[in-house]
């Protein structure tokens, strides 16, 4: 367990340089004292914890109930940061979660039944892929009272942050990764500090999070061995993400059917031949694709996508679309200097989770070289999901907010462990010249606001 920690070290200190050579060159482009001190705190707290819960096995047991602590507490943190920096338990007013909490607070002022729950939402012109945030906030509220509620909703997504970890650490076990770094898998996963500040704000992400990694766990048991319980509790989850949001939903099924296909064996031994066919048919239905689903969803149309393009292009030029997709595989790129506080709250504050998805995506590039190359047709299913979810930030340009990228962390992750442990047996030398870039685009990324 101690290399886990040393893995956990080096990340540490690679994110106090950064914090600290930006903070003592660029002072008048950094957030607040009071921001720095905040992100310094939370990386601090990590690394404490995970030289207590690295030294020896413990158990499962003691290792889940130390990461619950560490996120009940960081929550609890981030609640007061909030209202002491904003005057508000949720943060900056405006945002999705103030949007939650009033329309629970609303529906239990008003005093209407549980069953009058979708009819409410129809009046109130909620979007589908909206309802399931909306739906348990309005029932944590009804059940619990509207103070209560109030401050009790941001702690009960330690529930799903530590299932969605725990299930991670029986992915990563099936997929043959070491015990002892598939502890290290659930530790990433459950103690980012995008979750923490996530649930502060009464966000859904951490919700929609655990949907994908318990979909994909099923998704992956179906590629080892399918059973008509194994595809009901897929499907049954995943159509839970349409009240999430709605174009994973889409993305899980093809990646279901393709899981199915996967099996016969003329599409196994024509890999290369299907996979070429599968590219260059998907790629020509993708304006058709992202009409229907906004159709579905409502306000996303191939012509919206088409002016934030050319809105991104204008503002920024060439450079736009090539960090859009850089980011896409590698990052969020972590975000030091602002002087922005929209910025400061979507992208500065919980940048240690980005540099640590940064830093190790070397893993998850790895992995796709190593599944095509090796023909490892149980984690296709996998990629698909994060591929597709990739291309739809692309198209967006939503690929440098943890928020958005955030239903494909878990599974990034997850590639990144397996990577990193197949990379490590080819005794390849080409994880020191990734880091040397992933800290050339980590400065230029920041400079550029100079």
């Known amino acids: 367990m101690l290399e886990n920690y040393q893995i956990i070290k080096k ?17 008048k482009n950094n957030p607040t004292i009071w921001h720095l001190i905040f992100q ?10 995970g030289y207590f819960l690295f030294q020896r096995d413990r158990g499962i047991l003691y290792f889940t109930a130390g990461i619950a602590v560490y996120l009940f507490f960081n929550i609890l943190l981030y609640r007061f940061f909030n209202y002491y920096m904003y005057g508000n338990w949720i943060g900056l007013p405006g945002g999705d979660g103030y949007g939650y909490v009033k329309i629970a607070e609303d529906f239990v002022d008003k005093g209407y039944s549980l069953f009058y729950l979708n009819e409410y939402f129809e009046s109130k012109q909620i979007m589908l892929d909206d309802y399931g945030m909306y739906s348990l906030a309005s029932i944590i509220f009804y059940v619990l009272g509207r103070d209560w509620g109030y401050h009790l909703l941001p702690f009960v997504s330690i529930i799903p942050i530590l299932a969605g970890g725990l299930l991670l650490k029986r992915m990563g076990l099936s997929l043959g990764i070491e015990k002892e ?5 659930y530790f990433l996963w ?31 048991q179906i590629s080892f061995k399918p059973s008509f319980i194994k595809c009901f509790c897929f499907l049954f989850l995943a159509s839970t993400l349409l009240f999430f949001r709605t174009a994973i939903f889409y993305m899980l099924i093809i990646c ?25 048919t998907i790629v020509p239905m993708f304006p058709v694709v992202i009409n229907y689903i906004g159709d579905v969803r409502g306000g996303v149309s191939i012509d919206f996508v088409n002016n934030v393009y050319d809105t991104k292009i204008s503002e920024a030029g060439v450079f736009a679309p090539i960090l859009n997709i850089l980011a896409a595989f590698i990052g969020p790129i972590p975000s030091f200097l602002s002087g922005d506080e929209f910025k400061v709250k979507y992208m500065t504050l919980f940048s ?22 090796n023909k490892v047709l149980e984690l296709i299913p996998i990629i698909m999901i994060i591929i597709f979810n990739s291309l739809m930030l692309i198209v967006l340009f ?3 907010h943890d928020r958005y990228q955030w239903p494909q962390y878990p ?40």
């Open 256 to 280: 279901f059917i393709t899981a199915l296909i996967l099996r016969l064996d003329m599409f196994g031994k024509n890999f290369w031949l299907w996979l070429s066919f599968s590219i260059f």
């Open 11 to 27: 990340i540490f200190f690679i994110y106090i340089f950064f914090l600290s050579f930006f903070a003592f060159l660029f002072p």
């Open 352 to 373: 240690f989770s980005s540099t640590i998805k940064i830093l190790i995506s070397f893993g998850y590039l790895y992995t796709l070289y190593y599944a095509i190359r």
């Open 181 to 185: 770094h598939s502890y290290l898998l």
């Open 398 to 400: 939503y690929t440098l």
């Open 411 to 450: 599974l990034v992750l997850l590639l990144a462990i397996y990577g990193f442990e197949r990379y490590k047996k080819s005794n390849g030398k080409w994880f020191k010249y990734y880091c040397y870039l992933v800290i050339l685009f980590i400065m230029i990324f920041n400079l550029r606001v100079v």
């Open 40 to 49: 310094g705190g939370q990386a601090i707290a990590i690394f404490i914890m």
């Open 190 to 220: 459950s103690t980012m500090t995008f979750a923490c500040y996530d649930s502060s704000v009464a966000l859904k992400e951490n919700y929609m999070s655990f949907l994908v990694i318990a979909s994909s766990y099923f998704l992956l």
